[in-house]
């Protein structure tokens, strides 16, 4: 599977076309609206939430409520776009009206894409840039991601994501019942997190970080359990799952790191405190006693559960801004600013466990190809009872 995105952050509209959808899987609009209203949820959101109400049209590829096996196309719609017209329409205008177009940024903001990018494309007006590196573009991502993850689940796979971190204040609670109570606990937080203590850290952290004019970030984690073993591949680089997730992860605005499993700790300890033995049982078949390699070996699934987390640095948009230099005149200036938000990092575990979704479908498609997604869950059922009978 793969899909496009396209849309500026204050242009009419977010696209998406997803190819490679077997026929026949069951898609509604509510589905995807779902996703998209928590990835606008989050203690610590900026004014942008207030004004956007995201929700999804499908304009192809789904018919009374089933995939056709054709692209599916999705669409949302900028609600902001009526003040924008002008600054971000795709028609000429003459010069007497460039002076109504205030909105023109030459001056790059530390953290973001503005210089690199206004270098890159030869942009005189790093608006040109700062619009389409926007983290709304995650929106149609998360979008894309509610397909996959309502394939996963038909398919008898959950995903969750939530925060661990914010701000250096670490949640303390690390283990749950089942993937439905960290879901139900981690939605009522307005932080994602699953220690009430620490949320609350959290969110005196967040205040204060808007109150000096800052930004604050943290740490996600996604969770996915119900994966077959022996998904990815050891036999080419470019085909291991976890590589793929990483890559997936670090896709995201602000992302800086990732890890699986115990991670960065790994290499602190003794190969005997680090490798997950293997055991078996009839009721279970072959499991792993411990799993601190997030669910991998080889750059394969083991069917463990897949625990991979991702670093998110401070947003970069300040309203106490840092220093820049103006590319017209070459004079230091403070950095422009946006609307933004103080943090970001609870809508980002939204937005990594719908990337992570999208990756492990796509895997599980490309692996177990069919055009039809009732051919598609026999050959994942045959799967999950030969991993466990072989």
């Given amino acids: 599977m793969r899909y496009l995105t396209s849309g500026e952050s204050h242009g009419p509209q977010l696209t998406t076309i997803i190819e490679g959808l077997p026929a026949g899987l069951p898609l509604l609009e509510t589905d995807i609206n779902e996703s998209l209203a928590r990835r606008q949820k989050g203690y610590g959101r900026g004014r942008r939430m207030q ?25 949302v719609e900028n609600d902001d776009w009526k003040h924008w017209t002008k600054i971000m329409g795709q028609a000429p205008i003459e010069p007497e009206e460039l002076e109504e177009v205030k909105r023109k940024i030459t001056r790059p903001r530390p953290g973001h894409a503005d210089l690199n990018g206004a270098v890159k494309y030869g942009h005189r007006d790093m608006r040109n840039v700062l619009e389409r590196s926007s983290a709304r573009e995650t929106t149609v991502r998360v979008a894309a991601g509610a397909v996959a993850k309502k394939l996963l689940s038909s398919l008898g796979i959950e995903v969750v994501g939530h ?3 914010i701000g250096g204040i670490v949640s303390n609670v690390k283990t749950y019942s089942s993937m439905e109570e960290l879901k139900t606990i981690t939605e009522e937080s307005p932080v994602r997190c699953l220690d009430n203590v620490a949320a609350e850290e959290m969110m005196a952290a967040i205040d204060n970080a808007k109150k000096n004019g800052d ?25 291991k799952l976890d590589a793929k997730l990483a890559y997936a992860m670090l896709s ?15 290499a602190r ?8 033995e293997i055991a078996w049982s009839e009721e279970k078949g072959y499991y792993r006693k411990t799993n601190n390699l997030g669910g991998f070996e080889g750059g394969m699934t083991t069917g463990m559960p897949i625990v991979v987390k991702g670093v998110m640095k401070p947003i970069p948009t300040l309203y106490k801004p840092l220093e820049s230099v103006d590319i017209d005149t070459k004079e230091p200036f403070n950095a422009s600013i946006e609307r933004s938000d103080s943090c970001a990092v609870p809508a980002a575990a ?7 979704a999208w990756e492990l479908a796509s895997a599980i498609v490309e692996q177990f190809y069919a055009d039809r997604f009732e051919t598609l869950k026999d050959i994942i059922d045959d799967q999950k009872r030969y991993a466990k009978e072989f």
Avoid at 269 to 274: D, I, L, N, Y
């Fill in 163 to 165: 925060v661990v971190e």
């Fill in 269 to 276: 300890k003794p190969g005997s405190q680090v490798h997950d």
């Fill in 215 to 239: 930004s604050i970030g943290g740490v996600v984690e996604v969770v996915v359990e119900g994966m077959p073993a022996g998904v990815g591949s050891y036999v080419h680089y470019d085909r």
């Fill in 252 to 266: 995201i605005n602000a992302f800086k790191g990732v890890e699986f499993g115990i991670g960065f700790e790994a």
């Fill in 350 to 356: 939204v937005v990594a466990e719908h990337v992570i």
């Fill in 51 to 75: 004004i956007e109400k995201d929700t999804v049209q499908i304009t192809s590829g789904v018919r009374h409520g089933y995939t056709l096996g054709s692209p599916v196309g999705l669409v």
